[in-house]
């Protein structure tokens, strides 16, 4: 069994920052492919960001591609998504998930464990 728990959300203005955690515990051997989803009102829940532990890589969605970071520290078991740039068209409610699977893409039926979400608001 897997327990994640995100933190860090909260209102950001536009053109500010935030940055979540997710918090992995449990049975985990590492925190390879774990990755971050966004459910907005009334629209389905989106792959926002993910790390491939097999060789490092990320993906990021084409909607925060050069303005979101995600990173790991292998140490803690946690997860960061550093949101830059940050848009009204941001909030959500934002997911930590992890998956056992060596994916190479995001594929939400996949990830097995999920957090319980943490809002975030973008507004003036």
């Known amino acids: 069994q897997v327990q994640l728990v995100e933190s860090g959300g909260g209102l950001g203005q536009p053109g500010g920052s935030l940055r979540l955690s997710c918090a992995a515990s449990g049975n985990i051997f590492s925190i390879d492919y774990m990755g971050w989803y966004r459910q907005a009102p009334g629209k389905e829940r989106e792959g926002v960001s993910c790390?491939?532990?097999?060789?490092?890589?990320?993906y990021y969605a084409d909607s925060v591609k050069g303005r979101f970071t995600i990173s790991s520290d292998d140490a803690k078991n946690t997860v960061y998504l550093q949101m830059n740039s940050l848009k009204p068209e941001d909030t959500a409610v934002y997911y930590c998930?992890?998956?056992?699977?060596?994916?190479?893409?995001?594929?939400?039926?996949?990830?097995?464990?999920w957090g319980q979400g943490t809002q975030v608001t973008v507004s003036s």
């Open positions: 998930a992890r998956t056992p699977f060596s994916i190479t893409t995001m594929v939400t039926s996949l990830f097995g464990s």
């Open positions: 790390i491939f532990g097999h060789d490092g890589s990320t």
